[in-house]
């Protein structure tokens, strides 16, 4: 199994610029989740979808679009993208939302807007 | 609303115990966790607590828990600089999906 991936791995942008974040997992996960990573903040959630079907604002969604394509694939976009959006972006998942929910989390995309 | 809050770093000598400390603001926290980061790669659980529950052991690590002053602690013993890395708290608030709040994470260094 290859757990939880995420495409691209670095990238760079312009202000302005749009792109879409990939993630998928092999784990037969319902619950998938994307977040932020910046110095001094830990992790901020941005978005998440608690099933296939469904998804919900986090704490920070502003200036951010998710789809639930389907149970494995979970992508959030930035439709123009702003140099405080500079971050490290994880995604993760989760059997279920009950119980102890241990996320799985995949290795990150170091996004740069210049 | 929720918060989690950690210090920034901790510095220790190898073989000596590491405890690092979080507070967290939601009585209704149903479990609390301690999630690993090494450089470069996402977090992975290194243990968790349920919140009736004081103490947990697993081998090198020890989570303590006081529910009257909100306090979560992870003691790791015989400190290998292996450990070296970031250390996040999080709490699963109830009612609310599955969501995590994270705290902002401790940079454990380990000197040999």
């Known amino acids: 199994n290859a757990g939880v991936t995420q495409t691209p791995k670095f990238q760079v942008l312009k202000t302005g610029q749009s792109m879409t974040l990939q993630c998928a997992q092999d784990m037969n996960h319902n619950s998938m989740y994307w977040y932020r990573q910046d110095p001094g903040m830990g992790l901020r959630l941005i978005y998440y979808s608690a099933s296939e079907g469904t998804t919900d604002k986090g704490e920070v969604p502003n200036g951010y679009n998710v789809s639930r394509l389907n149970k494995r694939e979970f992508s959030l976009r930035l439709e123009s993208a702003a140099p405080s959006q500079t971050s490290v972006y994880f995604c993760?998942?989760?059997?279920?939302?009950?119980?102890?929910?241990?996320?799985?989390f995949g290795p990150g995309t170091r996004l740069t807007v210049l | 609303g929720e918060d989690v809050e950690q210090s920034l770093f901790l510095s220790v000598r190898e073989g000596d115990s590491s405890v690092i400390n979080c507070t967290y603001t939601?009585?209704?926290?149903?479990?609390l966790y301690w999630y690993k980061q090494e450089p470069g790669a996402g977090l992975q659980l290194l243990t968790y607590i349920f919140s009736n529950m004081d103490m947990k052991q697993d081998q090198r690590l020890t989570v303590l828990l006081n529910k009257k002053d909100k306090h979560l602690s992870l003691r790791i013993a015989d400190t290998q600089t292996g450990d070296s890395a970031i250390y996040f708290c999080a709490e699963k608030v109830y009612n609310q999906g599955g969501k995590l709040i994270f705290g902002q994470g401790t940079e454990l260094s380990v000197k040999p």
């Open positions: 939601d009585s209704s926290s149903t479990y």
């Open positions: 993760a998942s989760s059997v279920l939302a009950g119980g102890v929910n241990e996320q799985f």
